[in-house]
């Protein structure tokens, strides 16, 4: 969203300034809380997978010295195949998007943070080049979007991996337990 001459009349060039200011800091923080989000799944989703594995050793050696694998078995270890799969999903969530720049994307936490390439020739060294306001201001939206659209896109596909993710969980230990009983 390019700066327009339309919002210069909010004040006078410092106290504009700070307004930007503002708004940026708060994207920054928005967008930093949204980084802590997705860790946080990352991190929820190892630990899940390695408990998993714990559980699915655990009652598929009593399986093993028990009656052997039968059907309840072979659905326990299919679930646990798809809750490793759907963790992984979680642990490697695809692109995030870039803070700058239509279409450009990085992969990882990157994605969580300006380009400088696009920031020098965007706005400093353009022609006319741009205030400080009016770069903070620019960036600001770009973040508020860039926010949305990871929020729309990935968190929630994380969020819905994870779910499932610990309804084949518990689908698994039941199977596991019907099995054994």
Sequence with gaps: MPFNG???AIGDAAELERKYRLAYEEGVRALSQQQAVVDGYRTRAGVTLSATAVATSFFGSQALTGSGLDTWSWIAIVVFV????TLL????PGRLRN?????????GLAGFVASPVILIEGYFESDPPRTLAQTYRDV????????ERNEAVLVRRIDQRFRLASVLLIGEIAAWVIDLA
Aim: aromatic share 4%.
């Design 6 to 8: 339309r919002v210069a």
């Design 82 to 85: 798809g809750v490793g799969v």
């Design 89 to 92: 999903a979680v642990m490697t």
């Design 99 to 107: 803070l700058l720049g239509p279409g450009q994307a990085r992969e």
């Design 140 to 147: 600001a939206l770009h973040m508020e979007a860039h926010w």
